[in-house]
């Protein structure tokens, strides 16, 4: 859990509001994240349930999204945060999260492109914004955003109503002020960042090419 993210959850609860219960997916709070990573008090008063593969802190059920007997529509508002680069089959957790909403269901989604390698325990993916529209392709009302730079974010984040619209202009207000703070990589804007951000395309694709170690006598492929 980033606190980028965690901004990015309250915008969105205090913007459209959120019923109970609370499930959240990926709820395990990896050591050194105790505490930082719950999301709960931004549900205060709510039912919360805690879902992951594993258990540990955080963790009220130990559960599969990709194999659960919830039942349909069962869930308020559905959080999947900075958790679907580790999950095998990614668009058949936004099937199930989809599954279980209630008609006027909030899901909200974050994700990384731009970012180190990382194992709870494994991690699959990497997300461009407009792989984030396709998960969420079935919701009738979505929005997509991400914070990095353009030409290669380093969060996506998203989410999906089942049948209520967006009050856009409130929270465009909002994510734009999200999207400026979180410009830079959240460690900070070190020389090589800026350079990055800054520099044309094609230099960039050159630098990334050229900090490929050659291997075996096989250079980077072109």
Not at 60 to 65: A, S
Request: hydrophobic fraction near 40%.
């Amino acid at each position: 859990m980033r606190e980028s993210i965690k901004q990015f959850v309250q915008i969105c609860v205090e913007e459209f509001g959120a019923s109970e219960p609370v499930f959240e997916f990926g709820s395990l709070q990896v050591p050194g994240q105790e505490g930082f990573a719950d999301l709960r008090p931004f549900f205060r008063n709510m039912q919360y349930v805690g879902f992951d593969i594993r258990e540990g802190p955080g963790v009220d059920v130990v559960l599969d999204l990709l194999d659960n007997n919830l039942p349909d529509e069962s869930a308020g508002t559905v959080l999947i945060m900075d958790t679907l680069e580790h999950v095998e089959y990614p668009r058949q957790a936004i099937e199930e999260a989809f599954r279980i909403l209630r008609p006027n269901g909030l899901l909200l989604i974050s994700s990384v492109m731009n970012y180190v390698i990382h194992g709870y325990p494994n991690d699959y993916w990497r997300f461009t914004p407009e792989g984030f529209k396709s998960l969420l392709q079935q919701f009738p009302h979505s929005f997509v955003g991400f914070a990095g730079d353009a030409r290669f974010p380093h969060t996506v984040v998203g989410l999906g109503l089942k049948d209520r619209t967006i009050p856009m202009v409130g929270f465009q207000r909002r994510y734009e002020s999200w999207k400026a703070q979180w410009r830079y990589f959240p460690f900070g804007r070190s020389w090589k960042t800026v350079a990055i951000l800054l520099a044309p395309a094609i230099l960039v694709d050159m630098y990334r090419k050229a900090r490929v170690p050659v291997q075996d006598g096989i250079s980077p492929s072109r």
